[in-house]
């Protein structure tokens, strides 16, 4: 039990940071003997106490992107609804492969958004355009890529905020930390609706004294992530993210 604990403290501190707290508390519910598709449930309803804590801390930096994610808090809901609907009637091992895949891409956009973004408003400035706009193609394309993250959180959950980060780094003209916020808020959408809907459908399937344990552990880790995570400078945090993210790829691979 104090493990558990633990394992949610520092899955709901990584998860505010970077997002990828779930490759901690998986693997922790796994070596106790819980099967894959309870401990995938249990581990999302746990952590929903986290995303709230995690989000509450990074509120401040969520100001002034409101019409931004009135499309991507939808778009975040319809993914969750799919990846949910997923788990419960794919294979545990769908996702096995196109996994490592997604968070390598990831990362490589982690890594280039510097550059990316320099290239964007050099461009921008040669046309006249206000780089802060966008335009309703990038719109769009960032509400499929938050939709294609939602389905995956709602199906795996692991690393989702990396993919977040990633994608709205190459497509927005947003600093680390208000993606970061950003990345909080729409990261607790998708487990608030996956466990929902696992609540709803497979209550019998989650082991509510393991996600009880986590989500005590990672309420507490949410608050810490945010306090520590403010305070890092961008190329520190991106810096974490892919150490994280290589961390990531190892368990998983």
């Given at each position: 039990?104090?493990?558990?604990?633990?394992?949610?403290?520092?899955?709901?501190?990584?998860?505010?940071?970077?997002?990828?707290?779930?490759?901690?508390?998986f693997?922790?519910?796994?070596?106790?003997?819980?099967?894959?598709?309870?401990?995938?449930?249990?581990?999302?309803?746990?952590?929903?106490?986290?995303?709230?804590?995690?989000?509450w801390?990074?509120?401040?930096?969520?100001?002034?992107?409101?019409?931004?994610?009135?499309?991507?808090?939808p778009?975040?809901?319809?993914?969750?609804?799919?990846?949910?609907?997923?788990?419960?009637?794919?294979?545990?091992?769908?996702?096995?492969?196109?996994?490592?895949?997604?968070?390598?891409?990831?990362?490589?956009?982690?890594?280039?958004?510097?550059?990316?973004?320099?290239?964007?408003?050099?461009?921008?400035?040669r046309?006249?355009?206000?780089?802060?706009?966008?335009?309703?193609?990038?719109?769009?394309?960032?509400?499929?890529a938050?939709y294609?993250?939602g389905?995956?959180?709602?199906?795996?959950?692991?690393?989702?905020?990396?993919?977040?980060?990633?994608?709205?780094?190459?497509?927005?003209?947003?600093t680390?930390?208000?993606?970061?916020?950003?990345?909080?808020?729409?990261?607790?959408?998708?487990?608030?609706?996956?466990?929902?809907?696992?609540?709803?459908?497979?209550?019998?399937?989650?082991?509510?004294?393991?996600?009880?344990?986590?989500?005590?552990?990672?309420?507490?880790g949410g608050?810490?992530?945010a306090?520590?995570?403010?305070?890092?400078?961008?190329?520190?945090?991106?810096?974490?993210?892919?150490?994280?993210?290589?961390?990531?790829?190892?368990?998983?691979?």
């Amino acid at each position: 039990m104090v493990l558990i604990a633990l394992a949610g403290v520092g899955a709901g501190t990584i998860n505010t940071i970077v997002g990828s707290g779930t490759l901690i508390t998986f693997p922790t519910l796994l070596a106790f003997g819980y099967p894959p598709i309870t401990a995938t449930m249990s581990n999302s309803v746990g952590l929903v106490t986290g995303g709230l804590s995690g989000t509450w801390g990074y509120r401040r930096e969520l100001r002034g992107q409101g019409r931004r994610l009135r499309w991507q808090i939808p778009a975040s809901f319809l993914g969750a609804l799919t990846g949910a609907w997923l788990l419960l009637h794919l294979p545990a091992a769908a996702f096995e492969r196109v996994v490592p895949v997604l968070l390598i891409l990831a990362l490589v956009l982690v890594v280039a958004q510097p550059w990316i973004q320099g290239r964007v408003r050099a461009r921008a400035e040669r046309s006249g355009r206000d780089v802060r706009l966008l335009s309703r193609g990038r719109l769009a394309a960032l509400a499929v890529a938050t939709y294609a993250v939602g389905v995956y959180g709602g199906y795996f959950a692991a690393a989702q905020g990396i993919l977040l980060v990633g994608l709205m780094g190459v497509l927005l003209p947003e600093t680390m930390q208000r993606m970061n916020a950003a990345k909080n808020l729409l990261s607790l959408m998708v487990n608030l609706v996956a466990a929902i809907t696992y609540t709803i459908v497979a209550f019998d399937r989650i082991s509510w004294a393991a996600a009880g344990l986590i989500a005590a552990g990672s309420l507490v880790g949410g608050f810490v992530g945010a306090k520590v995570g403010r305070r890092l400078p961008p190329a520190v945090l991106r810096g974490l993210i892919v150490v994280l993210g290589l961390v990531a790829l190892w368990r998983l691979f």
